[in-house]
């Protein structure tokens, strides 16, 4: 099927990463249930995804899941095979690792997970859908990054390979909006304040988040399909706090 054909016999399908819990989770049903979206649902968790699928059966929407540790060296190559050609809409790479620890306990092969996952996985995948993603409209990559890599916010201890790992997300979106603006694709970062999420309290026990995963995920479903008319090679900012 050529890019033209694509283009005009389907809206296309939306990928999200990290999709069986929390943001990623609420992203895919606000895109299946609010906008009638084509979802490709991608995670590790096979159990979480299945159940995922079924709470999305009621439509206007669709669900594929594909259960993929996106650590593995193929990763890229079989999400390729998976889309198999599809038009893609739209790429939400929610997918991250957290790594708290103190200074002194950084550990040389979590720190390689934690890069593969959160920084090297969305450029790889990204790279590997380039002819899905290219056309007109515009293919949207959304990269889910944190306040805590967001230049000159505020930095908390522990932290410090997760939010360097974020801010390396920051800046590929906008040095791929750059790589990719001939080719019909734009690329932002939303950098997300608290969230009430599992992963949010396993670094801020105790913290109450004010905005829930819920809230989150419809307006980055929305933004997934709309954002890339206003916006390309931006790092938005959407937080009412940090910790």
């Given at each position: ?14 990928i ?14 606000s ?102 993603l290219?056309g ?29 790992s ?5 800046c ?5 909006a ?16 608290a ?26 479903a ?22």
């Amino acid at each position: 099927m050529s890019m033209n054909d694509r283009m005009t016999s389907t809206p296309g399908i939306v990928i999200v990463t990290g999709a069986a819990r929390g943001i990623g989770r609420a992203i895919v049903l606000s895109l299946v249930r609010e906008h009638g979206c084509t979802v490709l649902a991608v995670s590790r968790n096979e159990m979480a995804l299945a159940a995922l699928r079924e709470e999305c059966s009621g439509g206007p929407g669709s669900l594929q899941v594909f259960v993929q540790d996106l650590g593995a060296l193929d990763a890229a190559q079989r999400l390729q095979a998976i889309v198999g050609g599809r038009r893609v809409r739209a790429m939400v790479h929610n997918a991250g690792v957290l790594h708290h620890r103190p200074m002194g306990e950084h550990a040389r092969h979590e720190l390689l997970h934690l890069y593969t996952v959160n920084v090297l996985a969305p450029l790889e995948l990204t790279q590997a859908l380039v002819s899905e993603l290219s056309g007109d409209p515009p293919g949207h990559v959304v990269h889910i990054g944190s306040m805590g890599g967001f230049q000159d916010s505020a930095k908390f201890p522990g932290l410090v390979a997760y939010s360097s790992s974020k801010a390396a997300l920051a800046c590929m979106a906008q040095c791929l909006a750059e790589e990719f603006k001939e080719v019909g694709i734009r690329c932002n970062c939303l950098a997300l304040g608290a969230v009430n999420t599992e992963m949010l309290r396993a670094a801020f026990p105790g913290y109450l988040a004010p905005v829930t995963a819920e809230d989150m995920g419809a307006y980055v479903a929305t933004f997934a399909l709309e954002g890339h008319k206003l916006f390309n090679g931006k790092v938005l900012p959407l937080a009412l706090s940090t910790p």
